[in-house]
């Protein structure tokens, strides 16, 4: 059973950090790009960053770029989002995904939510 299990949300003050993590089981993800989603309240679902599990080359949104840094741990079988300088407009719920084909998501995670305080 293939799972990715997000973690390391929670409430932040403006200005501050946190780490998301996604842990991902269940079959070899190294053909795979995987990606950091989030879905703020009442918008629709908005990709932020992605990383090729191989070759680690990484894309930004505009509205993260030089903030957000997506990493991954071949050996942990994780996916990580380092988050800086965050803003009360970046509180939604982010969610971690894999697709293979790079256009559609073929897995996703039940999400975690980011709430940051101004």
């Known amino acids: 059973q293939v799972q990715l299990v997000e973690s390391g949300g929670g409430l932040v003050q403006a200005g501050g950090s946190l780490r998301l993590s996604c842990a991902a089981s269940?079959?070899?993800?190294?053909?795979?790009?995987m990606a950091w989603f989030r879905q703020a309240p009442g918008k629709g679902r908005a990709l932020l960053a992605s990383?090729?599990?191989?070759?680690?080359?990484?894309y930004y949104a505009n509205s993260v770029k030089g903030r957000f840094t997506i990493s991954r741990d071949n050996a942990k079988n994780t996916v990580y989002l380092q988050m800086n300088s965050l803003r009360p407009e970046d509180t939604a719920v982010f969610y971690c995904?894999?697709?293979?084909?790079?256009?559609?998501?073929?897995?996703w995670g039940q999400g975690t939510q980011v709430t940051v305080s101004s």
């Open positions: 995904a894999a697709t293979r084909n790079g256009i559609t998501y073929d897995y």
């Open positions: 269940g079959r070899t993800f190294t053909s795979y790009r």
């Open positions: 990383i090729n599990w191989s070759v680690g080359d990484a």
